[in-house]
């Protein structure tokens, strides 16, 4: 099977449980809401958007938020729809798509959001997308995790091949130089984020073994088995306590501006 197909059957797989098993940090969307300060009503898409756990913050924290959701799995789309609709959330709608070929009105959105779903797409192609997507002076945010913030998670230290076998991440170079090819659009600012966190050895071997990293999908059944193994032994190893094991997880938002009109041929206005 490809890394493309071992991704795709893994978000079918987990998509009714992603949301326990990841960590959802308001920091990201704080930095957002202070930088469309002043817009009193927002229209903006989410790509990659999963089953809503930053969709549900984006509504809370932002005015009279419009929000379509763009992935390309069905079941993290029926699970966003009945998570918001369960908060009593109605402005959004779904476009089960690869963002590579959705086709989304031009030039009508305020924002495109991406929350940790960068690597999962051809990021040229996502960047023209987003551009196409939104308006003159709209931006584009992206929150992402690079390579080297990846091998200094508590599975990049610890869990044999974790860091190695991740080979999707952008760095930051990358994504610098290709907004920088981009036609129209702007860098406009780095942000890093740094999180305490804090979990038993159990609940880490849960989460691990509820794939809840998409990169546990890429190791055959018998080498996670062994790898979780090490990573027991080299937790045990590092910390006195296994009911306190303690890290930092690492973020970066960028925040691109699209400053020129970008050519669309043979598009709808
Ligand atoms: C790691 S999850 C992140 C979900 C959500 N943004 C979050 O932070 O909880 C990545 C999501 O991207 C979706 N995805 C992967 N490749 C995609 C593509 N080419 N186009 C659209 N969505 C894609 C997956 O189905 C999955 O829901």
Redesign the pocket.
């Known amino acids: 099977m490809t890394t493309d197909l071992k991704?795709?059957a893994h978000?079918s797989r987990i998509?009714e449980t992603?949301?326990q098993l990841?960590t959802?940090d308001e920091a990201p969307i704080r930095f957002i809401r202070d930088k469309l300060d002043g817009l009193a009503s927002i229209t903006a898409a989410?790509?990659?958007?999963?089953?809503?756990?930053?969709d549900l913050l984006l509504f809370r924290y932002l005015p009279n938020l419009r929000l379509t959701c763009?992935?390309?799995?069905e079941g993290?789309l029926a699970e966003l729809s009945r998570y918001l609709s369960a908060h009593g959330i109605t402005d959004f709608r779904t476009v089960a798509?690869?963002?590579?070929?959705?086709d989304l009105e031009a030039a009508s959105f305020d924002c495109v959001f991406?929350?940790?779903?960068v690597h999962?797409?051809?990021f040229p192609t996502f960047l023209d997308k987003a551009a196409r997507a939104i308006r003159q002076g709209g931006r584009i945010f992206v929150?992402t995790r690079t390579p080297g913030q990846n091998a200094r998670t508590i599975w990049g230290r610890f869990f044999p091949d974790f860091a190695a076998k991740e080979t999707r991440l952008h760095t930051l170079a990358d994504m610098k130089s290709q907004v920088a090819a981009a036609a129209g659009l702007e860098l406009v600012q780095v942000k890093r984020f740094r999180y305490a966190r804090g979990a038993t050895l159990e609940r880490l071997v849960g989460q691990a073994r509820s794939r809840h990293?998409?990169t546990f999908s890429l190791y055959a059944p018998e080498a996670f088995e062994t790898a979780l193994q090490g990573f027991e032994e080299n937790v045990r190893r590092e910390f006195a306590d296994p009911d306190h094991v303690g890290w930092h997880d690492e973020n970066i938002m960028l925040m691109v501006e699209r400053t020129l009109t970008v050519e669309r041929t043979g598009e709808p206005g």
């Open positions: 991704t795709r978000f998509a992603y949301r990841r959802t989410d790509f990659g958007s999963g089953e809503g756990r930053y763009v992935d390309s799995n993290m798509a690869r963002v590579e070929d959705a991406s929350f940790n779903a999962h797409f051809h929150y990293y998409s």
